[in-house]
T-cell receptor, first 115, second 111 residues
Framework: GDSVTQMEGPVTLSEEAFLTINCTYTATGYPSLFWYVQYPGEGLQLLLKATKADDKGSNKGFEATYRKETTSFHLEKGSVQVSDSAVYFCALTGAVGGGADGLTFGKGTHLIIQP | NAGVTQTPKFRILKIGQSMTLQCAQDMNHNYMYWYRQDPGMGLKLIYYSVGAGITDKGEVPNGYNVSRSTTEDFPLRLELAAPSQTSVYFC??????????FGPGTRLTVL
């Protein structure tokens, strides 16, 4: 079945550092790829998405490019802030069922930004 | 526009008790989902629905039931609570473009 693997955390960085969170996937067909963010005590919020190969999703300074050849969707940000501290989830859907049958999530990466 | 709402926020149950977690959305989304999130893990799909009157099992449906009598509501029922059902439960909804919108979650403890 489909699966998502993302780097284990916690990841601790200083403010203004460069961020990369790795995400790779296994899926049959052509999934859509997502990054969701969860702030403490809250539900998940969509951060960005990409629906086909070579698409780049971007939002709030975060970017990720859908790489079909390496089955990857790594999250990057050039300069992180303390307010970026959260848990980040890579997810996919739609590989076979067209998206109606739910998201497959990675385990999440806890990001801690120190001032 | 409230988005996806869930009640209650917190609940403690004794083993063998039953309860219903409520979920409602006001975005006229056809698709709705229930996930559970265990510590250090990603979310796992319990049940989903593609429209009123239609439900289907996800990855971890055992011990749960759902119904979808209206577009807006998608309650999740636990009939005989077990400690293994201690988790945070998230409801989500989507329209046709895959982006799912999540509620704030219900934290359930079974003792």
């Amino acid at each position: 079945g489909d699966s998502v693997t993302q780097m284990e955390g916690p990841v601790t960085l200083s403010e203004e550092a460069f961020l990369t969170i790795n995400c790779t996937y296994t899926a049959t067909g052509y999934p859509s790829l997502f990054w969701y963010v969860q702030y403490p005590g809250e539900g998940l919020q969509l951060l960005l998405k990409a629906t086909k190969a070579d698409d780049k999703g971007s939002n709030k300074g975060f970017e990720a490019t859908y790489r079909k050849e390496t089955t990857s969707f790594h999250l990057e940000k050039g300069s992180v802030q303390v307010s970026d501290s959260a848990v980040y989830f890579c997810a996919l859907t739609g590989a076979v069922g067209g998206g109606a049958d739910g998201l497959t999530f990675g385990k999440g990466t806890h990001l801690i930004i120190q001032p | 526009n409230a988005g996806v709402t869930q009640t209650p926020k917190f609940r403690i149950l004794k083993i063998g008790q039953s309860m219903t977690l409520q979920c409602a959305q006001d975005m006229n989304h056809n698709y709705m989902y229930w996930y559970r999130q265990d510590p250090g893990m990603g979310l796992k799909l319990i049940y989903y629905s593609v429209g009123a009157g239609i439900t289907d099992k996800g990855e971890v449906p055992n011990g749960y039931n759902v119904s979808r009598s209206t577009t807006e509501d998608f309650p999740l029922r636990l009939e005989l609570a077990a400690p293994s059902q201690t988790s945070v439960y998230f409801c989500a909804s989507s329209y046709v473009d895959d982006t799912q919108y999540f509620g704030p979650g219900t934290r359930l403890t079974v003792l």
